[in-house]
Nanobody
Framework: VQLQASGGGLVQAGDSLKLSCAAS??????MAWFRQAPGKEREFVAA????????NYRDSVRGRFIISRDNTKNTLYLQMSSLEPDDSAVYYC?????????????????WGQGTLVTVSS
């Protein structure tokens, strides 16, 4: 499984941005977004199951970010709204064959290369 993230950029606080992650290879059950800011540890952002019915978010993005997927296009999305400077980070998409929505990066087998999001104040 190969993952290719895209859609990052420089935006102002309050703006919106949509990230995409194209997947190739065999289908995977759970997909997720993580992020890592300079000097900080990688942190979980959101996860979604194969059908898209079950989703999980970190508290700081709940209500502002929406994770979704289109299995016909093998693509994962992250719609980010009301962006804040603290959302600035490299965003990574990840996937795992198992169905459980885990928030631990170590549970994910496949990773994309990351896309940079910078939010100016």
């Amino acid at each position: 499984v190969q993952l290719q993230a895209s859609g990052g950029g420089l935006v102002q606080a309050g703006d919106s941005l949509k990230l995409s992650c194209a997947a190739s290879g065999r289908p995977v059950s759970t997909m997720a977004w993580f992020r890592q800011a300079p000097g900080k540890e990688r942190e979980f952002v959101a996860a979604i199951n194969f059908s898209g019915v079950r989703k999980n978010y970190r508290d700081s993005v709940r209500g502002r970010f929406i994770i979704s997927r289109d299995n016909t296009k093998n693509t994962l999305y992250l719609q980010m709204s009301s962006l804040e400077p603290d959302d600035s980070a490299v965003y990574y998409c990840a996937a795992r064959p198992q169905a459980r929505l885990t928030t631990s990066g170590g549970d994910y087998h496949y990773w994309g290369q990351g896309t940079l999001v910078t939010v100016s104040s």
